[in-house]
């Protein structure tokens, strides 16, 4: 544009400042050819640039038309399908952050761009946009830290469930197919987040990719030698955290990625290392099955009274997935209605999810955590004080939150990648009086006892992933909207019952709403009797 007003200028000095008779002679006019000329070239590089400016627009608006594309042949809700799924989220974050940014540096001149940049402005979405969440809310626009998020999700994923690398930049997520396809410039962006995490297999798994859909492209998004740089350092890295651990006799595999799954040996109990309950877990994440056939005959479903005639009518149906310590299942306790209305009484309460922050500096937005979680008053709607008092039918336990038998309902809702790294739910057995200082646990904490059982219900079906995995036992519990997963924290002898580690999966596709009561030791010395031996 300023060639072009450049030359428009000196055309009209000429007319003003020397006033000579352009048309008087040839060689006037020769002269007003050659301004001509450079004119139009002038234009010609003008219709070039904003040709390649409407052309940035149109890639944008092309990439979003395939995306829509997948929505409308499906019956949900298309914000909700593409929401749910971790690539198109993915995409979504670098169309709004990188494309974008890119578009908007070079369209501010005109008066046109401004309606473009109103809509951005005062921007909210309407109900169920967001994971069926129901309301209205501002947004904001992506930043680069959500993009980095989106990316960690997804190599995250690909991590914990070992997703089949050449589906996966297909846009087959876990045997779910969509248009959401990966570049060698997003595989290179993976390979660069795995990196960063020292996932150095999987650095080296989607660096490979990335170089093999590089030579597909024909270099178009990044070419081979750039690809090649990265797989070498990773290559290189990998093999000095090797070399580090040789010696070590015996030692596990660091990561799943190098599991055999024909020659390892997954091994059960309360005494499990570190790595070993972090191996454990991604299996039971995959779906794996850890227990022996032997016990796994050994568990049943039944239809039950729970020993209270308000089931005698319609008995509970009950699924026991462990003994000893018992985990089990209620099936169909509660109803989708009243779980639209939790849902509904969540959404204002919801806030980024916070989990005890170490050394008693009090909370902090985690990583270990990824959800947002809410508390529910029993006075803040009849059906919380009566999901309470079903809770305490099913468990035998007392739940009255006024006499600090239990805690307030918590609810939860996972997005992609969402997840919880295995963790015991009780707060103070575990810990010497001086930790518990060290903690700041709260001397009404220490006076209601510790969190003796769980009771979870699952609020949503899981499309893919988002099992409550149990590393230790063995098992997993799998989302399934209505039904509730129960267990006991603490032995009877009030020891704790360090086999319930247990952890969230991320959820790869879809969402996940749970709703967990936390019921505490002090008020059911009457309901659960105590046990003689520290092992009971
Ligand atoms: C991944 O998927 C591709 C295409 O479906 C298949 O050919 C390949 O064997 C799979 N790889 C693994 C490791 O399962
Ligand atoms: C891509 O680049 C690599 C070098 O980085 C080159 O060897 C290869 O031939 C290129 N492929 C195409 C299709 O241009």
Redesign the pocket.
């Known amino acids: 544009m300023r060639a072009l007003t450049m030359v428009l200028t000196a055309a009209l000095c000429c007319a003003q400042v020397v006033r000579c008779e352009v048309y008087t002679s040839s060689q006037d006019l020769t002269a007003v050819f050659a301004l001509e000329r450079r004119l139009v070239a002038a234009l010609n590089n003008y219709v070039g640039e904003m040709e390649a400016r409407l052309n940035r627009i149109r890639r944008y608006l092309h990439q979003y038309e395939q995306v829509s594309a997948e929505g409308a042949s499906t019956e949900e809700g298309i914000m909700e399908r593409l929401a749910g799924n971790p690539v198109h989220a993915f995409h979504l974050m670098k169309r709004l952050t990188v494309d974008w940014k890119h578009i908007q540096n070079h369209n501010n001149i005109d008066d046109s761009w401004r309606g473009v940049v109103e809509a951005l402005s005062g921007a909210s979405v309407g109900s169920g946009a967001n994971g069926g969440v129901a309301g209205s809310f501002r947004v904001r626009l992506p930043r680069e830290e959500d993009l980095h998020g989106a990316a960690q999700a997804l190599v995250r994923l690909h991590d914990v469930y070992n997703l089949n690398m050449t589906q996966l930049v297909r846009g087959n997520v876990w045997g779910v197919e969509s248009y959401a396809e990966l570049t060698a410039q997003d595989c290179l962006y993976m390979g660069k987040h795995s990196f960063n995490l020292g996932l150095y297999p999987r650095a080296i798994q989607w660096f490979e990719e990335a170089y093999l859909l590089?030579?597909h492209e024909?270099?178009a998004t990044v070419?081979?030698?750039q690809v090649n740089m990265f797989l070498n350092t990773a290559i290189k890295a990998y093999d000095e955290q090797v070399l580090g651990r040789e010696g070590d006799e015996g030692s596990l595999p660091l990561h799943t990625a190098e599991v055999d799954p024909k020659k390892f040996k997954y091994r059960l109990g309360s005494d499990l290392t570190p790595q070993e309950d972090a191996l454990n877990f991604q299996a039971l994440c995959r779906g794996e099955q850890l227990l022996s056939p032997e016990y796994q005959a050994s568990l049943s479903c039944f239809y039950d009274t729970r020993g209270e005639a308000y089931f005698r009518l319609m008995p509970v149906k009950v699924e026991i997935l462990h003994h000893n310590p018992e985990l089990m299942v209620f099936h169909d306790v509660i109803s989708d209605k009243e779980i639209e209305t939790v849902k509904t009484m969540a959404h204002p309460v919801l806030a980024r999810a916070m989990v005890q922050g170490a050394q008693g500096k009090g909370n902090t937005v985690s990583t270990t955590r990824t959800s947002k979680v809410g508390w529910l008053d029993d006075s803040l709607h009849p059906l919380v004080a009566r999901l309470g008092h079903r809770i305490s039918l099913l468990t035998g336990l007392s739940t009255d939150v006024a006499a600090e038998h239990a805690e307030l309902l918590q609810v939860s809702n996972y997005g992609i990648g969402g997840h919880y790294n295995p963790h015991h739910d009780y707060l103070l057995v575990d810990k010497s009086e001086k930790e518990q200082l060290l903690h700041n646990i709260h001397p009404r904490e220490l006076f209601m006892g510790d969190r003796i059982a769980t009771f979870m219900f699952y609020l949503s079906d899981v499309t893919r992933g988002g099992a409550t995995a149990f590393p230790r036992l063995g098992t997993a519990a799998w989302p399934s909207k209505g039904s509730a997963a129960f267990w006991h924290n603490l032995k009877k002898s009030g020891h704790a019952d360090t086999a319930t580690l247990h952890g969230a999966c991320p959820v790869v596709i879809g969402y996940k709403w749970v709703s967990n009561k936390w019921i505490r030791e002090r008020g059911q010395f009457l309901r659960r009797k105590c046990g003689l031996s520290p092992e009971e």
Do not use: L, M, P
Request: glycine share 28%; no cysteine; proline share 0%.
């Open positions: 590089a030579g024909g270099n070419s081979q030698d």
